[in-house]
């Protein structure tokens, strides 16, 4: 039978985690295949990966050097046979019927991304919170994406259809270390023509220890440049440097207060990151309270202790 959903899983280092990963997928009452690439693991992962292949064909295996999270996700793309992708990291799994939720609710209204809820769960302290997607037009999906205020930045707990995908080159950065989910889905949703969102938890992460999402928190500004620096050039490249400008702002305020504190990020942001954020944006066209962020930015950087 001809997988309907091409289920990709950048491996690295998944020796402990990526066996409940992979079963909780081959659980998953719908036609599917596994996608999984071993991005030059050098603990047990790789052997993990070929015995759990043995055993069901179902799953498909690639070994490749190590190029991080978006090269293994681009070669899972490449790779993927099912007319749709979904994504799931090698320490994450999901949660029964997780698959055929998603995919009634896709193929039910014909939507190209079709994105579901996911909980996460602090191994270090057991707590869990659950995020669910911003529902909304083009504008309200950028803007959310931008703030991180939803489980929409994320590549996880969603379809996206595989044709969409391809046709449009929509490619995961790579060497991007954090945000590369908000990369790709700021391209995804750009080609997109319909999406859904539902409430329904279907998708776990594990936080904790050594997790990517753990380390992204350590020099969170100055590993986020490269997310800064593509989303800038997202809003040229489409004309949405008006349209983004407010999110653009919070999305620097909000990224250097989480790793500076908020006194200390309004001294540290300079005149040439003001001068980024305010690029191409057409200020008369601007709410009049958006117009005042631009001037009080411009003269004294300073002023964005005020910003909410």
């Given at each position: 039978m001809e997988p309907r959903i091409s289920v990709i899983i950048p491996c690295y280092q998944n020796e402990q985690t990526i066996e409940k990963a992979i079963g909780s997928v081959l659980d998953q009452d719908v036609p599917l295949e596994i996608v999984a690439v071993d991005d030059g693991s050098t603990d047990g992962t790789g052997a993990v990966l070929d015995r759990l292949k043995a055993g069901d064909d179902r799953v498909?295996?690639?070994?490749?050097?190590n190029g991080g999270v978006g090269a293994a996700r681009n070669r899972g793309i490449d790779e993927a046979g099912g007319t749709w992708l979904f994504f799931l990291d090698g320490d994450d799994y999901l949660l029964p019927g997780a698959l055929r939720t998603l995919l009634e609710a896709a193929e039910g209204e014909e939507v190209d991304i079709c994105c579901a809820a996911y909980t996460i769960r602090h191994l270090e302290t057991g707590e869990e919170e659950t995020h669910a997607c911003t529902p909304g037009d083009?504008?309200?999906?950028?803007e959310s994406l931008l703030r991180g205020d939803s489980a929409l930045n994320s590549m996880c707990a969603r379809l996206y259809r595989r044709e969409l995908i391809r046709e449009k080159r929509v490619?995961?950065?790579?060497?991007?270390?954090?945000?590369?989910?908000?990369?790709?889905?700021?391209?995804?949703f750009r080609v997109a023509r319909t999406w859904k969102m539902l409430d329904r938890v279907i998708y776990r992460y594990e936080l904790g220890g050594d997790s990517a999402m753990t380390r992204?928190?350590?020099?969170?500004?100055?590993?986020?440049?490269?997310?800064?620096?593509?989303?800038?050039?997202?809003?040229?490249?489409?004309g949405l440097e008006t349209d983004l400008f407010r999110a653009v702002v919070d999305l620097y305020v909000r990224t250097m207060r989480a790793e500076y504190g908020r006194p200390l990020a309004a001294a540290r942001l300079t005149r040439t990151e003001v001068a980024e954020m305010t690029d191409g944006v057409k200020v008369s066209l601007l709410p009049a309270k958006q117009q005042l962020y631009v001037h009080a930015l411009r003269f004294w950087p300073f002023l964005s202790i005020l910003l909410p």
């Open positions: 498909r295996v690639f070994h490749q050097a083009r504008q309200v999906i950028y490619r995961v950065p790579e060497g991007v270390k954090v945000g590369e989910d908000v990369l790709f889905n700021l391209e995804a992204a928190r350590t020099g969170l500004y100055r590993a986020s440049r490269p997310l800064i620096e593509g989303i800038l050039r997202f809003t040229h490249t489409n």
